[in-house]
């Protein structure tokens, strides 16, 4: 059974550009999450979609970040405009319980 | 609010050698804990879980952890080091079982050496 995969694996966008990561969660996941992952630190939850609700966004900077999961399967994460802070691993995971499994992550560097 | 601890960014050990990771957590409900492992250009693999009964805690890999409420601690351990081990560990905590609502540390680096 695959994974929750993620595209791209890494990123690379001038300051201010926009950028968009794609997330595949593992098929019957209802559960979907977006993760941030600065260097040397944990992940911290971006947003939790439970189908295709999102239904803890609180730390998600709305400003210039933006989410969704149509038709509750596959989400997509956008930065809008990307900033230099915004260098980091973005990271997906689905959930069916008591486990989230983890894609590889997207890469992404602001310069 | 919850928290977690994890005392040590960097821990190395001899191949065979014993593992221990440290981690400590702060909960104002009855925790839920939660111990994950990184490879290089890898996402988190769940290790093991604390929810609930037996306070030993067995996982894959070998390794296992103890909650210890008095302690407020949920140390990692594994009896016998080995290459394959070197990754990046994070401790997290829940307020539910479940994998939602989680907070992990900043990670210890287990680098293991010949």
């Known amino acids: 059974e695959a994974g929750v995969v993620q595209s791209p694996r890494y990123k690379i966008i001038e300051k201010k550009q926009p950028v968009a990561f794609w997330c595949n969660p593992i098929?019957?996941?209802?559960?979907l999450y977006w993760y941030l992952q600065n260097l040397g630190q944990g992940p911290e939850l971006l947003i939790r979609?439970?189908?295709?609700?999102?239904?803890?966004d609180s730390q998600l900077p709305k400003d210039r970040f933006s989410a969704e999961r149509l038709k509750g399967v596959d989400s997509t994460l956008k930065i809008q405009p990307a900033e230099l802070g915004d260098s980091a691993v973005y990271l997906c995971a689905s959930s069916a319980g008591t486990e989230a499994f983890f894609g590889q992550g997207t890469r992404l560097t602001v310069v | 609010a919850q928290s977690v601890t994890q005392l040590g960014s960097h821990v190395s050990v001899s191949e065979g050698a014993l593992v221990l990771l440290r981690c400590n957590y702060s909960?104002?409900?009855?925790?839920?804990l939660f111990w994950y492992v990184q490879y290089p250009n890898q996402g988190l693999q769940l290790l093991l879980k604390y929810t609930t009964g037996a306070t030993l805690v067995k996982g894959i890999n070998g390794f296992e952890a103890e909650f210890k409420k008095s302690e407020t601690s949920f140390h990692l351990t594994k009896p016998s080091a080995h290459m394959s081990d070197a990754a990046e560990y994070f401790c997290?905590?829940?307020?539910?079982?479940?994998?939602?609502?989680?907070?992990f540390g900043t990670g210890t680096r287990l680098q293991v050496t010949l």
């Open positions: 098929s019957g996941h209802n559960t």
């Open positions: 997290a905590v829940s307020r539910t079982g479940t994998a939602s609502k989680l907070t």
């Open positions: 979609y439970e189908n295709e609700e999102a239904v803890d």
């Open positions: 909960s104002s409900v009855p925790p839920y």
